[in-house]
């Protein structure tokens, strides 16, 4: 998790020489998160904190592939900003993942939170380029979250 908030943070501030690069990092470091919680909760079919995981780790997938064809060097700040967040609650899901209960709560707890996140990032995107996420995008990412 360690290498994926430094990813992050490199693209708050994204260099117009690398920020392709660190995209593609970030891309495949997330990508892998999701398929070992995707793996995981075979295994473990009722841990709603491992499901969690892979669906936010889906969810920063997607928005990651949304960030490249925007393919706008000055709105990969507030995608990073997005994705710091999310990467706390992964953390704090990881870290509490050996305690089913504990990380059903904090599963719980961000799911309530991120369309409001999604609806932050979402206007500043549209401030930033008048841009947005369709309707249809904020759905199927919710959606992929068991909120919509």
Known sequence: MRELEENITRLETPD???YSNELNQFAQKIDRIMGAAQTLSLEAPGHLGLQRIGQIAALCKTLGYRAMTMNTLTLLPFFAAFWADTVEV????????HDAEESTRIANSFSGVVLKRLEWLDSKLQTASSQRL??????DLLKSLGLG
């Open 134 to 139: 369709s309707n249809d995008d904020l759905k």
């Open 90 to 97: 992964l953390t704090e899901l990881v870290d509490q993942s």
């Open 16 to 18: 117009p020489q690398a």
